[in-house]
C-alpha cells in the first residue's frame, strides 16, 4: 500500500540547545540558510507524502507560520527583482498539505504518536522524528523506508549502527539480514544498560508504520524516562509479526545536539552553491592553527 501520509512530532521543549530554543522552536534553528524542519518536510513530500501533521506544543506556533503563504513578503521580493527567491518563499507553503496538533502534556514520542491517531486513520504512515534532518545526494530516507512497506508488507524504521559507548542513549535492535541493507527485526530495547543490547543498531529518526500500532500504544505504561515510549509499542510489533530495519544512505543530523547542529551547518555549508567554496577555504585556514 502505498504511504501518503506522515506525522513529524516536533512538541519537544529543546533543552539540550538552551538557550537557542529559549524563544525559538529548535526546529526552526537553521541549517545555513533554511531551517530544520523545512528539509523533513521537503524529504517527505520528494518521498512521495502528500499530507502532513506536525504535532507541536503551546508557543511553537512559528512553525505554523513558516510553512504558511507569505503574499506581502513574496510581492515585495518581486517588486525589487528578487524573482527567484520570491518563488523560493511561495513554494514553501506548497511542499505538502500540513496540519497541525498540540501535544498539550510531554508524555514522550509514544503519546505524541497517539495524538495523531485521528489523522492517520487505517492508513500505514511515515515518522519523521523532527529533531533528525537526514540528507541524502541519492534516494530521501523516508522513500527508502516507504518502498521497504509496500515490499514486505510490515512496519519498518530507518536504523543505523551506532557506537557501543553510544548504545544506551538510544536502543538496540534484534536484527537478520534479509539483503543488502535491509534487515529483519524481531525485537528491540530502548536505552538498554550495558550489556544488554541486542546489536549496535539502533532506530536513527524515521519509520513506517501500520495503523494497528495505536492498538499497541492504547494501553502502554510509562518506559524508560516515565514516558511513553514509541520503542515500546513498536517491540510488541516487531514481536508479534516482525518488522524490517533499512540501513537508509543519507547523513543523520541530530539537530537537538549542538554538535549536530554545528556539524550539519558545516558539512551543507560546504557543498552550499553560494557559500561553500568560501566557507572551504575559511575551514582549511582555520584547520592550520588548530
Given at each position: 500500500?502505498?504511504?501518503?501520509?506522515?506525522?513529524?512530532?516536533?512538541?519537544?521543549?529543546?533543552?539540550?540547545?538552551?538557550?537557542?530554543?529559549?524563544?525559538?522552536?529548535?526546529?526552526?534553528?537553521?541549517?545555513?540558510?533554511?531551517?530544520?524542519?523545512?528539509?523533513?518536510?521537503?524529504?517527505?513530500?520528494?518521498?512521495?507524502?502528500?499530507?502532513?501533521?506536525?504535532?507541536?506544543?503551546?508557543?511553537?506556533?512559528?512553525?505554523?507560520?513558516?510553512?504558511?503563504?507569505?503574499?506581502?513578503?513574496?510581492?515585495?521580493?518581486?517588486?525589487?527583482?528578487?524573482?527567484?527567491?520570491?518563488?523560493?518563499?511561495?513554494?514553501?507553503?506548497?511542499?505538502?498539505?500540513?496540519?497541525?496538533?498540540?501535544?498539550?502534556?510531554?508524555?514522550?514520542?509514544?503519546?505524541?504518536?497517539?495524538?495523531?491517531?485521528?489523522?492517520?486513520?487505517?492508513?500505514?504512515?511515515?515518522?519523521?522524528?523532527?529533531?533528525?534532518?537526514?540528507?541524502?545526494?541519492?534516494?530521501?530516507?523516508?522513500?527508502?523506508?516507504?518502498?521497504?512497506?509496500?515490499?514486505?508488507?510490515?512496519?519498518?524504521?530507518?536504523?543505523?549502527?551506532?557506537?557501543?559507548?553510544?548504545?544506551?542513549?538510544?536502543?538496540?535492535?534484534?536484527?537478520?539480514?534479509?539483503?543488502?541493507?535491509?534487515?529483519?527485526?524481531?525485537?528491540?530495547?530502548?536505552?538498554?544498560?550495558?550489556?544488554?543490547?541486542?546489536?549496535?543498531?539502533?532506530?536513527?529518526?524515521?519509520?513506517?508504520?501500520?495503523?494497528?500500532?495505536?492498538?499497541?500504544?492504547?494501553?502502554?505504561?510509562?518506559?524508560?524516562?516515565?514516558?511513553?515510549?514509541?520503542t515500546d509499542a513498536m517491540k510488541l510489533l516487531a514481536q508479534a509479526e516482525g518488522m524490517v530495519g533499512v540501513q537508509y544512505q543519507?547523513?543523520?543530523?541530530?539537530?537537538?545536539?549542538?554538535?549536530?547542529?554545528?556539524?550539519?551547518?558545516?558539512?551543507?555549508?560546504?557543498?552550499?552553491?553560494?557559500?561553500?567554496?568560501?566557507?572551504?577555504?575559511?575551514?582549511?585556514?582555520?584547520?592550520?592553527?588548530?
Open positions: 500500500m502505498k504511504i501518503r501520509k506522515a506525522v513529524i512530532p516536533a512538541a519537544g521543549l529543546g533543552t539540550r540547545v538552551l538557550p537557542a530554543s529559549k524563544a525559538c522552536p529548535k526546529e526552526l534553528l537553521p541549517i545555513v540558510d533554511k531551517p530544520a524542519i523545512q528539509y523533513i518536510v521537503e524529504e517527505a513530500a520528494q518521498s512521495g507524502i502528500t499530507d502532513i501533521l506536525i504535532i507541536i506544543s503551546p508557543g511553537k506556533e512559528s512553525i505554523k507560520d513558516h510553512f504558511s503563504p507569505t503574499p506581502a513578503l513574496e510581492e515585495r521580493l518581486r517588486q525589487t527583482g528578487k524573482e527567484a527567491v520570491a518563488q523560493q518563499m511561495a513554494d514553501i507553503s506548497h511542499l505538502a498539505n500540513i496540519e497541525y496538533i498540540y501535544q498539550t502534556e510531554m508524555k514522550g514520542l509514544g503519546h505524541a504518536i497517539w495524538c495523531a491517531k485521528d489523522f492517520v486513520g487505517e492508513e500505514p504512515f511515515a515518522v519523521l522524528y523532527g529533531d533528525d534532518v537526514i540528507i541524502s545526494d541519492t534516494v530521501p530516507a523516508c522513500k527508502e523506508l516507504c518502498d521497504a512497506y509496500e515490499k514486505y508488507g510490515k512496519g519498518v524504521v530507518g536504523i543505523k549502527p551506532v557506537p557501543l559507548e553510544q548504545i544506551s542513549r538510544y536502543g538496540s535492535l534484534k536484527v537478520k539480514p534479509l539483503e543488502p541493507n535491509i534487515f529483519s527485526v524481531s525485537d528491540m530495547i530502548e536505552k538498554p544498560a550495558p550489556g544488554k543490547e541486542f546489536s549496535l543498531y539502533s532506530i536513527l529518526g524515521r519509520c513506517v508504520l501500520p495503523a494497528k500500532i495505536f492498538d499497541h500504544l492504547e494501553n502502554l505504561p510509562a518506559g524508560a524516562g516515565g514516558e511513553i515510549q514509541l543519507g547523513t543523520r543530523y541530530d539537530m537537538g545536539n549542538k554538535l549536530g547542529i554545528l556539524q550539519a551547518d558545516i558539512e551543507v555549508g560546504l557543498k552550499h552553491p553560494e557559500i561553500g567554496p568560501e566557507l572551504r577555504e575559511y575551514i582549511k585556514n582555520l584547520a592550520k592553527n588548530l
